[in-house]
Structures are given as structure tokens and as C-alpha cells.
């Protein structure tokens, strides 16, 4: 069974089914940018700690993630800029 058979492209729920996606979209980005961001906070607490405690490998590893969570929002934010289907 296909859901594009029961797509709604024409009539009065057309735009509803547009509506609804782009709602859906930006539910999703907004989501995945407040994880990173928590997360990206909790990292930043990690790597001053292990400053002070002058822990070389545990800064690197805590820098490289720090970078992997900035970049995830790099890029959910590129997404909302770019994608015509999404509305902010």
C-alpha cells in the first residue's frame, strides 16, 4: 500500500496538508537544535571542569564534541535558511 495514493494535492486541504507539513518540519529542526544546544551546554561544564583539573585527553575529547554539536546546529540552522518547504 502507497501513501502517496491518499496525497491530498488539490481542494480545500491542500493547503491544510502543506500546513501541517511544514508545522511538522520546523517541530523537528526545533527539536534537534534544543537538543544540541543542551547538550552543547552540558559539554561546555565538562570541559571547564577538566581545565581545572588540567586533564589534556578528557579537554580534547570534550572540545571534539564540543565542535560535533556546534556543527549539528550549523547545520539545522542552514536548514531552516535553505528548505523552501519549511516556514520560520
Known sequence: ??????????G???KTRKN????CHNLILSNAMNECAHQLIKIEKEYH???????E???QQKK???QAYQSSL??????????DEIST
Open 12 to 14: 480545500p486541504f491542500a
Open 1 to 10: 500500500m502507497s501513501i502517496d495514493r491518499f496525497k491530498v494535492s488539490l
Open 57 to 59: 585527553l578528557l579537554m
Open 64 to 66: 571534539l564534541e564540543m
Open 74 to 83: 550549523h547545520l539545522t540552522a542552514y536548514m531552516y535558511d535553505e528548505v
Open 49 to 55: 571542569e577538566a581545565v581545572l583539573k588540567d586533564d
Open 20 to 23: 501541517v507539513d511544514g508545522f
